[in-house]
């Protein structure tokens, strides 16, 4: 039986490694491999991408994620609405990410593996406009077709 790998097995200077790596750019694949390299630190891929989350690693994205719009006519002057990926997905879900609501409210959002779509917002019992509700759904949609 293997035994999982975990932040606490490594060291400080390990750990800033890790952070460097990543701003300069590191995948999650590129992690595992330099730990291998430099640390001679064997580990799985799901183990790296468990570091990532454990040590709050923020990887830069390849290309800069632009936002889906829904023409202006739709909106009615409540604002925008835009809706953002994972790189790594939360777990539990098949899929999740960001969404900011036309009154700059956030939430996380997530479609769980009975295809049910959550939303848990930053402040507790914030509820979205039903029109920032709709076009956050046509976003999320036009979203997942691009994918």
Known sequence: MTLMFSKSQLTEEQAQAL???A???ASIADLQRKLGEEFNLKITYMD?????LDLAI????????EPVKVPDLV???DGTVTVT???ITVPGSLVSGRVTFGDGMRALWYLDQMGRLGLDPDQAGYRPSELDLKT???ELRLLMQGA
């Open 19 to 21: 952070h460097t790596w």
């Open 23 to 25: 701003q300069e750019g």
């Open 48 to 52: 790296a991408r468990l570091l990532v």
């Open 58 to 65: 923020t990887l830069k994205e390849e290309k800069p994620e």
């Open 75 to 77: 909106l009615q002057g």
């Open 85 to 87: 990926v994972d790189e």
């Open 136 to 138: 956050f759904q046509e």
